[in-house]
């Protein structure tokens, strides 16, 4: 089974500023990456599909990029709503297509 | 309005059995996979299974194979998750979820709103 590997567990960021979120496969999964968040209390968003395409109605300020191994999502400018959790997931071939463990994105 | 609607939060005692329902509407049930996610009380997400309502072609995470039955009947377009003999670390949020393609795994972009599962003697 695709280990799916996310850095760093948590991470502090300042309105305004950017985050870089990173997760890793244990083996290449081509460009199957899909991104998540979850906020406290709500099941989870599909934000990014195919390690770059934005969801319908995500903003512009979520981008994802990568392919193989290594992937990275962005936030460019944080809103006070984007402080949440994220999670990366690979859908590369027959299941199972795991989840990341996550990132917390919080309030510096 | 594509939608996943779960039932209603669960608390039940350690060996009892317990089948969860997630039904599907607004769209096509039998082309879509549904996947059943745990999330156990502050952690992350852990993928279980999936099935295809379609045939009942069901696939399990190495986890969860033999520790929960995963089913549909796409008659009512309803998928199900099952449990014969629950434990305390049953004791977690599951969503059921549906990929934004027909067929295919690409994420999940329909969730159901969760169900609470407590188990506690």
């Known amino acids: 089974e695709i280990v799916m590997t996310q850095s760093p567990a948590t991470l502090s960021v300042s309105p305004g500023e950017r985050a870089t979120l990173s997760c890793r496969a244990s083996?290449?999964?081509?460009?199957?990456l899909a991104w998540y968040q979850q906020k406290p209390g709500q099941a989870p968003r599909l934000l990014i599909y195919?390690?770059?395409t934005r969801a319908t109605g995500i903003p512009a300020r979520f981008s994802g990029s990568g392919s193989g191994t290594e992937f990275t999502l962005t936030i460019s400018s944080l809103q006070s709503e984007d402080f949440a959790v994220y999670y990366c997931?690979?859908?590369?071939?027959?299941?199972?297509?795991?989840f990341g463990g996550g990132t917390k994105v919080e309030i510096k | 309005e594509v939608q996943l609607v779960q039932s209603g939060a669960e608390v039940k005692k350690p060996g009892e059995s317990l089948k969860i329902s997630c039904k599907g509407s607004?769209?096509?049930?039998?082309?879509?996979?549904i996947a059943w996610v745990r999330q156990m009380p502050g952690k992350g997400l852990e993928w279980m299974g999936i099935?295809?309502?379609?045939?009942?072609?069901?696939r399990y995470s190495p986890s969860f194979q033999g520790q929960v039955t995963i089913s549909a009947d796409k008659s009512i377009t309803t998928a199900y998750l099952q449990w014969s003999s629950l434990k305390a670390s049953d004791t977690a949020m599951y969503y059921c979820?549906?990929?934004?393609?027909?067929?295919?795994?690409?994420?999940?972009?329909?969730w159901g709103q969760g169900t609470m599962v407590t188990v506690s003697s």
């Open positions: 979820a549906r990929p934004r393609g027909s067929g295919g795994f690409i994420g999940f972009d329909i």
């Open positions: 607004g769209y096509s049930f039998t082309s879509f996979w």
């Open positions: 099935i295809y309502p379609g045939d009942s072609d069901t």
């Open positions: 997931q690979q859908y590369n071939g027959w299941p199972p297509h795991p």
């Open positions: 083996q290449s999964v081509s460009s199957d």
């Open positions: 195919g390690a770059s």
